[in-house]
DNA sequence: GAATCAGAGTGACGCAAATCACAGCCGCTC
DNA sequence: GAGCGGCTGTGATTTGCGTCACTCTGATTC
């Protein structure tokens, strides 16, 4: 990947995103690029950060894991997200752990290497306060999720969610364009693969969606926000 | 309070701690001090932030409220804790509610002050990065607990990190010294009344602790951490 | 086309914890 | 001291959902 073409593509990255090009061209050297397959792990919980991550293509999981295996999902990042920005940052242990869901490629920054252009560039800390207001606005809805709604609200909330940020429209309705396992919706739900099974029948029965095999078309947007209690 | 004294104050503050005195100096009159009654909401979950809040003295919970009325606690914060940084800093609507649990002393430095010291101050946004790491972390660790631990572990989590914080030793084991009703503390560990009642007493059938009124002494804290599961 | 295997559907069952419904129990004020 | 209102404790009941134990489906490989 050319120099341009690096630079072209931090400046769609929220961290990076307004900074001139001659600042740009300070950190493009710095990117490290990556290809990674398939379900491998970038880095595990506890870790100690080593560095900064953005995703080019592919989608990575960040997630906690219980002792006993069980996985809850705090986010799916595609092009142009960030992640393991909170350990570069204070220095401290990853908090949950980074795995590719498909073929991915990604850069890296090392940690030293980017402290010290946020140093020489300090109005890239308000940036990334930003980020992380936002991230903290997300775990605090997770929260209040996962402490309020029961399980079927949850779900209808996450494929609405899905829906505006990977939905396509078609005459039938929203397909969601994002192949996820039940498991996989189970993870992000905070539930078991069998009871995603049984609410997303239930919502099919109640005519607000149409499910063929992993792809799901919501028909009722309007009767699945009331299903959400959204 | 003096001058000073408020910036003594300051020093010990998160995001404050370690300003010259010059700085500080000019921090100090921005300070706004305001005296609230017990119960005395500062703001609401999504005003849109006007201030940044620092606590002197009691005791001021920040939380979420569901729909029917049940509450969620995020943070119990004392003595030099900060809040209602997020917005200040992104702009957004706070995430959470902010109300008093006791009588206190709190400071404010509206919005637009404060920007102002960190636009003239970059360094101070480092600091703040810090917080927010923090704070993120704190609430990846209640999904957690949310999201894998059953009602018991988190209740006994709950109190070891209580004897921490608020613990005073004493020849019977360390006494947790906060008062908190049932309801309180069902409000921060996720659960009902009656279920803290319920497990409480359980656990002082197993020998972990005694309950007197609000006062819990613990008497076995290896036991308790493996009740927490910890 | 048979064999294999991961993912998906389904019913039965059990259990943690919420809810409901009362009955004490202090600390108030009048 | 009677009455009152906010906290507690307690049993009975309900329920949401996880778990278990299968079967079924549709790819993939031989």
Known sequence: MSEAEKREYLKRTPVFRGL???????IVPLLIERKLRGNTVVFHEGDTASAFYLVKTGRVKIYKVSPDGREQV????????IFGDVPTFDGGPYPATAETMDDTKIFLIPREDLLGVVRRHPEIAIKVIAVLGQRLRQALELVRDLSFKQVP???AGLLLKLADEY??????????????????????VGTSRETVTRELKKMERNQLLRIDRRYITITDREGLKRWARL
């Open 20 to 26: 001139s090009d001659e600042e740009l061209d300070e």
């Open 167 to 188: 939905g396509e429209e078609t005459e039938k309705g929203t397909l969601i364009n994002l192949s996820l396992s039940r498991q996989e919706l189970a993870d992000i």
């Open 74 to 81: 705090l986010a799916i990042l595609s092009d142009g997200q």
């Open 153 to 155: 609200h949850r779900l």
